[in-house]
């Protein structure tokens, strides 16, 4: 067999024959009309086919999909035209679960005939979610301290001590469970144990020994799910171990030929926390002990003294971004640290199979070599990284890459096709933003000339396929641009009174999306004194019960944060007007943006609108996106904002990445229509 290059110059085997006698089409015809009434719309044939067509020419394929588009049956649909598995990857628990519970399934049973087979499909999740039986055999004999400084230092550690009952009692129940259960998926298990509990059950993968070292090895349900992936025609799995996979090289995913990426707007912040480091003198502490029962006391006293030694040089230093050289302090902890954790690692030595515990002998050297290696990160004060201490409670030295498009570059792409999907893929009506923070090659203008929307890159490809939903017709952009630019945080008087209006003239049905906590507990305030309607608050309750109260009663209003901006399907009437508080830029101290936006400028472009505009435009078209859900959906955005209106340089790039509504910045015209709402 010859072997040859792909477009990165990397050496790769020739192709397989990837297709099925059956089309894609086909598949994707015989899934909707498997639904009583259902067709293929458009966008949705249209995706489908440019995924057929990426998987025979091997390019990668960018696929912008509107609400309402049905876009997990048009890449579903030629994902099983391709042999062998496929990976799709997803950034949120609510769409896994949509696709194992729900479309998979329905699309399994509908191709079946012509397939000659129903396909099988894999959910694939990290090691910490499986419960570990080598683990769990031990769990009665761990140091409740460990559990104490598990669970962090919120000053939980006496409350467990006294509940010391409670905490034997899940662990006996999750034992009874286990013995049961043919996965020993958390997810499984109901009712759910809270995570301490949970964390003396399970293992990271760090901390793994491997299933050829651990007695349980046959037996590993971790292991088990793994060896169900690899068999699997459609495997399903998330942004987080999907990024532990490219840093791991790619030996978790079962090998495969086309990797599908949804909601791919929210990977690269999820490569970014994956290749995110922490040191917390907690975490140095539960070093030193996991590490105690293998060293020596002069060596296990060194790493409780490094411990120290990072609390006083914590304390020294000011929360927030470090802009500098590391301070003193932080380097004389982080010296110590690197220096004890050396020395235990090398006493502890190499892992047996004749050890009496290799379990706890991987995990002291887990946590010691990533201690190690954190510490060793932050003294190199490498240009590439960012570093900042943490705000309280949790207090902490962390440090993370600047960029991962690099990293994405190099691990995404090599030997597999990548379909990457969302809603909110275009930035301004181009790809070419997102493109860059995937990794992706983006060809420059010329000179002299204006950068013009792109359709494809080299080795690239991408595709708008727009919305079944018609928005200028469902619902209006209301920018209340009479409103005083917004300064201090909170909800000024102003904009509460621009609340208070809207509210009333509707009578609820209200969505509120505040950039603080502060700013929703103001307006919850301000709308239980001035009316008589419901008003759900985010953290009054747990937030699925919130939703299913705010569905259920059209004179209520749910307020909340970043978490609702994306978490949210409220389609119908219970939901006809989205409030959002002002422009979701992300704070001076959110340290990464910070970072990014400085090094911008020291190149001499421009860090606001290179950083903060991109990631205000991603937010806002999210929060957008939550008020019409359906074909029949109507109401209003309104934007109390009136920077969205004035802003000539970015005010239209922002208004160029929402869905086309139509616009008005005119109160007296909303008002009227909310009120006409309010009377269906």
């Known amino acids: 067999m010859s072997v040859g290059d792909d477009r990165y110059g990397h050496s790769v085997p020739p192709k397989k024959s990837r297709t099925r006698s059956h089309s894609a089409l086909d598949l994707l015809d015989a899934a909707v009309g498997s639904v009583p009434g259902g067709s293929a719309r458009p966008g949705q044939q249209a995706m489908t086919a440019a995924i057929a067509e990426a998987v025979e020419s091997g390019d990668h394929l960018l696929v912008q999909a509107g609400t309402g588009t049905g876009k997990s049956l048009a890449y579903l649909a030629p994902a099983l035209t391709v042999q062998g598995p496929v990976v799709i990857s997803t950034a949120t628990l609510a769409l896994q679960a949509q696709l194992v519970d729900k479309d998979l399934p329905r699309i399994g049973r509908a191709v079946a005939p012509l397939l000659g087979r129903e396909p099988t499909f894999a959910l694939l999740k990290g090691r910490h979610h499986y419960v570990c039986l080598a683990k769990l055999e031990h769990s009665d004999e761990q140091d409740p301290q460990d559990a104490l400084f598990d669970a962090g230092s919120s000053g939980s550690g006496v409350k467990w001590l006294g509940e010391s009952g409670r905490l034997g009692k899940q662990i006996e129940r999750i034992r009874d469970w286990a013995m049961e259960s043919d996965t020993g998926d958390r997810d499984e298990l109901d009712p759910g144990v809270d995570d301490t509990a949970w964390r003396m059950v399970s293992t990271p993968a760090r901390e793994c020994v491997g299933a050829a070292k651990c007695h349980y090895g046959p037996e590993c349900f971790a292991e088990l799910s793994r060896a169900r992936a690899r068999e699997a025609d459609v495997v399903v799995t998330n942004h987080s171990l999907l990024s532990a996979d490219m840093m791991a090289g790619r030996h978790i995913v079962p090998e495969h030929q086309l990797l599908i990426i949804d909601e791919a707007h929210e990977l690269a912040d999820r490569v970014s926390s994956a290749a995110q480091a922490e040191l917390t003198p907690d975490a140095v502490d539960r070093t030193a002990r996991a590490a105690r029962p293998f060293v020596e006391g002069d060596e296990y006293q060194s790493l409780l003294e490094a411990a120290d030694a990072l609390t006083v040089g914590l304390a020294e230093t000011p929360a927030g971004r470090i802009t500098g050289p590391l301070p003193a302090a932080l380097v004389e902890a982080c010296t110590l640290l690197d220096g004890a954790t050396r020395r235990a690692l090398t006493r502890i030595g190499d892992i047996k199979a004749e050890d009496s515990d290799p379990v706890r002998k991987k995990q002291a050297k887990s946590l010691l070599d990533e201690a190690s290696t954190t510490a060793q990160r932050l003294l190199e004060d490498n240009e590439h990284d960012v570093a900042w201490v943490e705000h309280e409670p949790r207090r902490g030295l962390v440090v993370a890459p600047l960029s991962v498009a690099g990293l994405l570059s190099e691990k995404l792409y090599e030997d597999r096709t990548v379909v990457a ?260």
Not at 665 to 676: D, M
């Open 421 to 680: 999907t969302s809603a909110t893929l275009t930035l301004g009506g181009k790809f070419e933003t997102l493109a860059r923070s995937l990794g992706l090659p983006v060809t420059a203008p010329k000179p002299g000339e204006k950068e013009q929307p792109a359709s494809s890159g080299p080795g690239w490809k991408s595709l708008d396929v727009g919305s079944p939903f018609d928005y200028a017709k469902q619902g209006i952009l209301y920018v209340a641009a009479h409103l005083p630019r917004p300064a201090a945080s909170g909800l000024p008087d102003a904009a509460g009174a621009e609340l208070l209006a809207l509210v009333q003239a509707l009578g609820g049905r209200t969505l509120g999306l505040f950039s603080s906590r502060r700013a929703a507990q103001q307006a919850a305030e301000l709308l239980r004194a001035k009316t008589d309607l419901t008003v759900l608050l985010q953290g009054d309750e747990a937030l699925p019960l919130l939703v299913r109260k705010f569905r259920e009663d059209r004179n209520s209003c749910l307020l909340g944060v970043m978490s609702l901006w994306q978490g949210v399907d409220v389609p119908g009437d219970a939901c006809q007007l989205v409030v959002i508080d002002r422009l979701p830029f992300p704070r001076p101290d959110e340290p990464l943006a910070a970072a990014r936006s400085a090094a911008v400028d020291s190149s001499g472009g421009s860090g606001f609108a290179a950083v903060s505009v991109p990631i205000a435009a991603i937010r806002l078209a999210q929060g957008v996106g939550r008020l019409i859900r359906s074909t029949s959906d109507k109401g209003v955005v309104a934007v109390l904002d009136s920077r969205l209106e004035s802003a000539r340089g970015y005010g239209p790039f922002l208004r160029a990445s929402l869905p086309p509504f139509w616009y008005t910045t005119k109160q007296e015209t909303v008002l009227g229509v909310l009120k006409r709402l309010s009377a269906t």
